[in-house]
């Protein structure tokens, strides 16, 4: 399975943000959209970071008397990891892992299409084995014919 599977059965859209914006208000996104995380782009819709709950608790921390003035760019993740419609999902799940992340823009030619959440990876891995079981259950239960 691929990421473009993924993305066909849970859909692209992605919740995006400039750099600009404050960092309360990023936070009311979380809570009034369900979201896990924002992407960051800049005036030409291009990725340039991204932020989750972590980096908000993480500037609440550090600076707690600034929360309704710091903006999205104090906080973000610059470097981040992205993927593309053709990884592997199996892919994905060492990715999260191993950085520790929960959350994979997808770009494909440059575009943003979509996000990926670690809950997304695993209800596809989670399906695909159940297919999987339910058919070898079936062969070896004799269902099929031949």
């Known amino acids: 399975m691929k990421t473009k599977d993924i993305l066909a059965e849970k859909g692209t859209h992605v919740t995006t943000v ?3 914006l404050l960092l309360a208000d990023v936070v009311s ?12 782009v800049n005036n ?11 980096d908000v608790l993480k500037a609440i921390q550090h600076h707690p008397e600034y929360i309704t003035t710091i903006t999205v760019s104090e906080v973000m993740t610059r470097n ?3 993927v593309t419609p053709e990884d592997d999902v199996d892919d994905l799940m060492t990715i999260m892992t191993q950085n520790r992340i ?25 399906t695909a084995r159940d297919v999987e079981i339910s058919y070898l259950t079936d062969y070896i239960e004799g269902k099929y014919p031949g």
Do not use: W, Y
């Open 18 to 20: 400039k750099e600009t």
């Open 29 to 40: 996104m979380f809570v009034n959209n369900h979201i896990g995380s924002v992407v960051v």
């Open 44 to 54: 030409f819709d291009e990725v340039i970071g991204i932020v989750a709950p972590n």
């Open 80 to 82: 981040i990891i992205i």
């Open 102 to 126: 929960r959350h994979l823009p997808v770009i494909d030619k440059g575009e943003l299409t979509g996000i990926l959440s670690i809950g997304d990876v695993v209800k596809a891995k989670t």
